[in-house]
Each structure stands twice: as structure tokens, then as C-alpha cells.
């Protein structure tokens, strides 16, 4: 648990962190404010990412990660996962995971599977941020650049103070970020207010496959090869864009499918009050949160269409 946890990182001299595929705000901005804490008593801390740092986050110092593949031959004291539901999420770099004596998990997805030696899961805590600044607190002091750190991990991850997992401790925490001298609004604008060109028309494209089922209550949108290609964006591009189906009125459930390869599809999903996608997700093999979740199907993207919506209808009803 957290005590736990605590200690070892307390403990450990070298550390490698891991951010997860396609790392969200959460996932970025909580690992660097790690690293940096950890880096700041004078420990050894390496970051471990299968894939990039999307561009929108490089406002955040140190955002730059080398390669795992330069990690290969390396020794750690203790492997530390954060904001990962289960071991898969960091892709190939799970082979660095075994270079460390033991393993550490801090995550608030409901659906995580205490994978680690050492394993701390507050499914409350609105987002690992939140969960990293209660570490802070304890092994240090917080400043400016970990202030900004988790402010982009916190808004990030509650759509700023939108979601159902806003608490009173989520804006007890953001106060005393506030305190150590970060800018809200130039947070806000180096995340929401930097969209490259390729990201607005990508979505116009997206939005172009809005469908609705289930009289109106399952809003789908679909991005596919063929767009991606039209567009020249990349589906880091997409970000976000599942949000516009579930704004729409009378919307519960709100699917994107992402044709990742013929017979490889991603499949996001988000609900708006009472509907757990979750549960949706982990029978489809993936999971998440209440609001918020997703799975991997191979299979092509007709295939998965309708065996997600199979469920989604059934799930919606239930
Ligand atoms: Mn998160």
C-alpha cells in the first residue's frame, strides 16, 4: 500500500519509471513529477516509454525521453509503473521491467490487477497525479516545475474539474499548486490552445463518421487508415476527440474506433452518467475507468463495429 510504497522509493538508489503506450497527461506529467522528486534526493531515475511523448506536452521540462531500447543494459533497484491498469500498458518496454530486483505499481484504474511486488491503487484519486503529490509530499518539498507537473496531470485526467471523479481533495490539491507559483491559464493554453492545423482537420474527417445507434443514446465515430493518410496527421492527432460524440444531448455512450492495421483495432469509450465502460471494455479484453476505458481488438474494422456495439446495447440496457 502507500506506506509501502513510500518506504521503497525511499529505499531505492535506481529507479526506472514507466509512462504507458500513448501517454495521456496523467501518464507524463505524474512520471516526470516522480522522476524529478526522485531525482532531487539524489537518486538515479530513467524513464521508459514505448513509443513518444506527444508534442503537446513537450512544454513540460524533461518531456524529452531517449529510447528504452538505450535502457537494455541496465540495473535497477526497483521497476515503478504509473497510471497503468495492468503490465501490457507499456508495451515492448516491459522487457526493461525485468532488469529491476522489484516492481511498484501506483495506479487508480478500478480495473488494475496489482501486477507489482509493491502495489498502491486508489481508484478515488482522480488521477495518478493526484497520488504522486501525496509522495511528494511525503519525501520532499514542492515547487514550481512539480506544481506543473501535476496541474497537467490533474486537468488532463478530470477534463478539467468536468468529470464525475472531481473531488474536494482534487481542489484542495490544485489550491496548493496554485500556491507554488504555476499560471492556470498558461497551463491551459500550452495543452488546449496549441492544436497543430493536422489535429482540426483530422477531426473534421472524424466527425464526418459521427453515427448514432440505440436511439441516440450510442454516438459512434471512427478513424481510419484511409483518413490518416488523406489528413497526413497521426492518430496522437485525435486526442480528445471522443469528447464531441459525448457532448451530444441524450448521448450515454460515446465509442471511437481507431483502425491501428487492417486487423488491429483500438476502441475507446467514454459514458456521460450511469453507464460502466469499464465492464464494457474487460469482456472486450481491456479496461479503464467508469467514464472512461478501452480495449484492443484484432480483428478487422467491420468485426469489431459490431461486436462492440453488441455489447454497448446490451451494457446501455442493462
Ligand atoms: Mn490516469
Known sequence: MKNEVIAKLKEGKTFVLFMHLRPDGDSVGSSLALAYMLRKLGKEVDIALDGEVPELYHFLPGSTIESWLNLKNKSYDFAVFLDCGDRDRVGEAQAIASQAKESINIDHH?????????????A??????????????????????????IYTAIITDTGNFMYENTTGKTHTITADLLKHGIKPSSIAQAVYENVPVESLLLLTEVLNTLKFHS???????????????????????????????????????????????????????????????ARIASILGGGGHARAAGCTLNMPLEEAKIMVLEVSTRELKA
Open 110 to 122: 478500478p480495473t488494475n490487477t496489482h501486477f507489482a511486488d509493491y502495489n498502491w491503487v486508489d
Open 124 to 149: 478515488s484519486a482522480a488521477a495518478v497525479g493526484e497520488m504522486v503529490y501525496e509522495l511528494i509530499k511525503e519525501l520532499g518539498e514542492l515547487d514550481q516545475t512539480l506544481a506543473t507537473y
Open 215 to 277: 436511439n441516440r443514446c450510442i454516438a459512434t465515430m471512427e478513424l481510419t487508415q484511409d483518413i490518416l493518410k488523406r489528413t497526413g496527421a497521426s492518430s496522437l492527432d485525435a486526442e480528445g476527440f471522443i469528447n464531441y460524440a459525448r457532448s451530444v444531448k441524450g448521448v450515454e455512450i460515446a465509442i471511437l474506433f481507431y483502425e491501428d492495421s487492417e486487423s488491429s483495432i483500438r476502441v475507446s469509450f467514454r459514458s456521460k452518467t450511469y453507464v460502466d465502460v
